[in-house]
């Protein structure tokens, strides 16, 4: 580890014990300087605060808020405790860190999450360029909790809690990838039931009769197909609409080529009944091309005895083998 790593790691864990000690004693403007000028804050309440002028709103509403709240109602103090940051130095222009942190008041522990951060020097200070605070948990009838109910029950058609909002990334996140898996084992009931009822095909249609005889047009077009899903943006606009966006890398069996593709999904989703499913998906594509090896002439695998050839799916999968019955071309089919 080269010396100015070294140096850069110790300012960036001052930094993070500073913030905390100077926003626990109120002093705004001496936190303000631990960000670069045009530093991002997200605080999880729907807003993303650009610049310092910015950022220190987020402290003065705090503390003018508890100025006009019952004294029965505001902590004696406040007191945040951080774990170490983990810091990743991506450069000598780049670093970025993660830690837990606990708030305590003067009745116990009040609420805790998580700061992702992203730091970078200027004028050989290392400072914030974007703090993002997790809250994964309020201790019930505390300070921080009854805060958010107030603020959810001002509007509750547009505002969803941290712990609501893990939990349905989470259901999101995993109906995306069963559209993957359904779409590559060619299970059409699985697939088409990821779609709200009345989900928009095209052509003037809608339902899932005609999303399911669409997906099998497209489908039957191509062979074997390899979903690998990756980066996974979630926004949510309420409790029950989202949008999203997905990379995914696909490999693709075309005729007797085999294709590449880099693929983002557009994605819309929305809750019915507590289950998160697909309003709408775009299907954007970087671009496609043949690989160098095309893996459709190897031999058969046979692993783990052989690393290299041809392996057993998605033939052995029932679903693919009643869809392939169907609309598969002996010819093609792998």
């Not at 001496?30 to 000028?37: G, N, Y």
């Not at 522990?109 to 360029?129: C, E, M, N, S, T």
């Not at 941290?162 to 990838?177: F, H, K, S, T």
């Not at 943006?233 to 005729?255: H, K, L």
């Amino acid at each position: 580890m080269e010396a100015w790593e070294i140096d850069a790691r110790e300012q960036i864990r001052h930094l993070v014990a500073s913030y905390n000690a100077l926003g626990d004693r109120g002093q705004f403007e001496e936190l303000l300087t631990l960000f670069a000028p045009d530093a991002t804050m997200d605080i999880g309440d729907g807003q993303t605060y650009d610049g310092t002028n910015d950022i220190r709103s987020i402290f003065t509403t705090t503390r003018d808020s508890l100025a006009n709240e019952s004294r029965s109602e505001v902590p004696r103090y406040l007191q945040h405790h951080a774990a170490a940051p983990t810091i990743t130095i991506e450069g000598p222009e780049e670093a970025l860190g993660q830690s837990y942190f606990t708030v305590m008041t003067d009745a116990g522990v009040d609420h805790w999450g998580r700061y992702q951060d992203k730091f970078r020097p200027i004028q050989g200070h290392w400072l914030f360029a974007s703090r993002r605070v997790l809250v994964d948990g309020t201790t019930p009838g505390g300070w921080a909790d009854q805060r958010l109910r107030a603020a959810t029950a001002e509007d509750t058609s547009t505002r969803i809690s941290p712990p609501e909002r893990l939990l349905a990334e989470a259901d999101i996140r995993q109906l995306v990838a069963r559209y993957a898996l359904a779409t590559d084992r060619r299970d059409l009931d699985a697939l088409v039931a990821l779609f709200v009822p009345e989900v928009r095909v095209g052509g003037g249609l809608s339902g899932r009769v005609a999303l399911r005889e669409d997906l099998t047009r497209q489908l039957a077009a191509i062979g074997v197909t390899i979903l690998h899903v990756g980066t996974h943006q979630i926004d949510f606009e309420n409790p029950d609409n989202a949008t999203g966006y997905v990379y995914c890398r696909a490999e693709v069996q075309d005729g007797r080529r085999w294709i590449h593709q880099s693929i983002r999904y557009d994605d819309q989703y929305q809750r019915i009944n507590g289950i998160w499913l697909f309003v709408k998906r775009s299907h954007r594509l970087f671009y496609g091309a043949e690989v160098g090896v095309n893996p459709l002439g190897l031999s058969t695998a046979n692993w783990p005895n052989n690393h290299d050839g041809w392996g057993t799916l998605p033939a052995e999968d029932e679903t693919w083998q009643d869809f392939q019955a169907m609309h598969g071309d002996a010819e093609d089919s792998a």
